[in-house]
């Protein structure tokens, strides 16, 4: 596809950057948790619809709608792998993006290709920039990426469309859609409180707010309280909600799921669920679940060979050569919340810690629930590593790398360096003496770090973290190194980007 040239003489650029340029000046807040994103103004989504034609369409669209705080991601995976095993073509609609803002489009199973992105994108960009106003502003980037979802599956005709709900439920741009085929809860939690409330009983109540009269739901074990509220939504809109059992893993018939850890099961089973009733209710009762002691073989194949990015993931440095693969591996877990955190250090074994998190989540909870879980399960960090991410929320592309800024900000690396350093200090007996054990090993070369303590440093960009791993590793040949990378999302995709170079 050619470049949209202006005339201008601004330096070149390809046509897709110029796409990412263009998707960045949607984004209206530095913080995606600043508290004005409450979804104000929600009305305007619909009038959004009608500038691109797409009131008539998205009306058709056979949608399977997901809320949730932990799992919302995984479930709709597994949703959209089961029924494209099962023949549909299929699209997916999800968030965030780790390394490519066409990870969140998928159609049957892969993302969108650039081309046609280019050309939805842009129609949808050109139309909305010629008809709002002062009145009707551009769309913010969230309810973009939304709009530009919903024109691909309906320009793509796909037979199913999968929904991520974005943040919280109620407001969210996802949620234009008036009569979805199912909705799914998946496990609630405390996170985005600044926006979605203080307790579980408010949490619930927006990602209740997802629920339409007289539609189906299917929710996975909650709190009591979480319950409660999910349950009082329901009656009031008659909506038909039942709890969706853990799957049960014998029914895979000697196979593994394809996304990693205990928890997968809960979102297993919730996607099952959801499968079965969009089938029952879209009249394909031909491939439905005949009895709940068996599971269809398409739906095994669905849950065998999803794939999601960043849950679980584990993905060996390769710039040792194929010969040394197990030199370097970097674990990597999106866990953003005290009880993802909890289950994404019984899935890890061993030993570095990579780790940032956005200021508006607590590392007094976070570290103690990664640190305590570890332990039990005799894990102990030779060193915890903390960085600023390189993506930044208010700017989208580009595969490149940016150089390292050196008047970079590191003020909160070094305050949760000394939440952990506090946390070792805490622990008594022989937890806090095994955790430092091997870090003589280690000590050399740190002056790529801007922090150095007895059990972490603070490195002033995320290249510079890797290149000390790296350089450490080839220094000593005996030295093998898992490094756990979590707290952030974001983080996970720039490591990534980095170490699939």
């Known amino acids: 596809m050619a ?43 619909f009038d959004y619809l009608k500038m691109l034609d797409l009131d008539e369409q998205i009306s058709k669209m056979k949608v399977i709608h997901v809320a949730g705080t932990k799992g919302k991601g995984s479930t709709c995976t597994f949703a959209e792998s089961i029924l494209r095993n099962c023949g549909f073509h299929t699209g997916l609609f999800t968030s965030p993006h ?15 290709c650039e081309e046609k992105f280019l050309a939805y994108f842009w129609w949808c960009y050109d139309r909305l920039k010629e008809k709002t106003s002062e009145n009707i502003p551009m769309p913010t980037y969230f309810r973009f990426l939304a709009l530009l979802a919903f024109k691909i599956f ?48 408010q949490i619930a109540g927006e990602k209740a707010g997802i629920f339409k009269r007289e539609i189906p739901a299917f929710t996975v074990p909650q709190p009591d309280e979480a319950m409660r509220v999910l349950e009082e939504k329901a009656s009031q809109l008659d909506v038909p909600l039942q709890v969706a059992p853990p799957l049960d893993a014998n029914l895979l ?32 009762h031909d491939v439905c679940m005949q009895q709940m002691n068996s599971l269809p073989e398409q739906f095994i194949n669905g849950l065998a060979t999803a794939k999601l990015q ?28 005290p009880e993802s955190m909890e289950v994404c250090a019984r899935w890890f074994s061993l030993a ?38 390189i993506s930044v929320y208010y700017k989208v592309g580009t595969n490149s790398l940016p150089p390292s800024d050196p008047q970079v900000d590191l003020s909160w690396q070094i305050a949760l360096q000394r939440v952990w350093e506090n946390l070792i200090q805490g622990e008594k007996g022989g937890d806090a003496k095994n955790a430092v054990a091997v870090c003589d ?61």
């Open 3 to 45: 470049s949209r040239g202006n005339g201008s003489m601004k330096p070149a650029v390809s046509p897709y950057e110029e796409a990412m340029e263009a998707l960045s000046s949607l984004i209206t807040k530095r913080s995606r948790a600043d508290k004005s994103n409450k979804g104000d103004r929600f009305d305007l989504l």
């Open 98 to 112: 780790l390394i490519d803002v066409r990870e969140r489009f998928r159609l049957d199973g892969e993302d969108i």
């Open 154 to 201: 309906a320009a793509e005709q796909v037979d199913v469309v999968i929904l991520e709900v974005g943040l919280g439920g109620r407001f969210d741009a996802t949620n234009v859609v008036e009569r979805p085929v199912v909705c799914g809860i998946a496990s609630l939690g405390y996170d985005h409180m600044e926006i979605l409330g203080n307790t579980l009983e």
């Open 253 to 284: 018939k000697g196979l593994n799921l394809g996304l990693v850890g205990e928890h997968q099961y809960v979102n297993a089973g919730l996607a099952v669920a959801l499968c079965c009733t969009w089938l029952q209710r879209t009249g394909h």
């Open 310 to 337: 960043g849950r679980a993931q584990i993905v060996p440095d390769l710039s040792f050569g194929p010969e040394n693969t197990g030199s370097l591996v970097f674990y990597m877990d999106g866990a953003h919340s």
């Open 352 to 389: 570095i810690l990579l780790f940032n998190c956005m200021s508006v989540r607590d590392p007094q909870v976070l570290l103690p629930s990664l640190m305590k879980t570890c332990a039990s399960h005799g894990i102990h960090f030779k060193k915890a590593l903390f960085v600023p991410n």
């Open 441 to 501: 090993e280690t000590k050399d070369d740190m002056q790529l770090c801007v922090n150095n303590c007895e059990h972490s440093a603070v490195f002033a960009s995320l290249p510079l973290a890797i290149k000390w791993l790296r350089d450490t590793v080839q220094h000593n040949t005996s030295l093998r190194f898992q490094v756990l990378v979590t707290g952030s999302l974001h983080l996970v995709g720039d490591v990534l980007r980095l170490v699939k170079k």
